[in-house]
């Protein structure tokens, strides 16, 4: 079993920066993937970014000139630097963990991040 916490979420101004964490913690050796989904009301799910344990990077497209995902993976933990913040990016942000071998896939609970003035 593998918990997920997010921390960092909140209200931040347009134009703003703000970085979520993400620690996981439970029987973990190792986990491949990490990364960020987020999902806005009225909308599904969507991608923000996923990091590799050996550094492979995957950005939405729209997003990877303003957000920057980092990861240390001694302590299983997964950021997200969010930088020029819209209103649009306003969501529930999802942290993600994927492992092939032994196989599994967990989701956080989610933080609020609210972009308005």
């Known amino acids: 079993q593998v918990q997920l916490e997010e921390s960092g979420g909140g209200l931040v101004q347009p134009g703003g920066s703000l970085t979520l964490s993400c620690v996981a913690s439970g029987s973990i050796d190792s986990i491949y993937v990490m990364g960020w989904f987020r999902q806005a009301p009225g909308k599904q799910r969507e991608l923000v970014a996923t990091?590799?344990?050996?550094?492979?990077?995957k950005y939405a497209d729209s997003l990877k000139a303003r957000f920057t995902i980092s990861r240390d993976n001694a302590m299983h933990t997964v950021y997200l630097q969010m930088s020029s913040l819209k209103p649009e990016d306003t969501a529930v942000y999802y942290c993600?963990?994927?492992?092939?071998?032994?196989?599994?896939?967990?989701w956080g609970q989610g933080t609020q991040v609210t972009v308005s003035s």
């Open positions: 990091m590799t344990i050996d550094g492979y990077t």
């Open positions: 993600y963990a994927k492992n092939p071998s032994p196989w599994y896939e967990y």
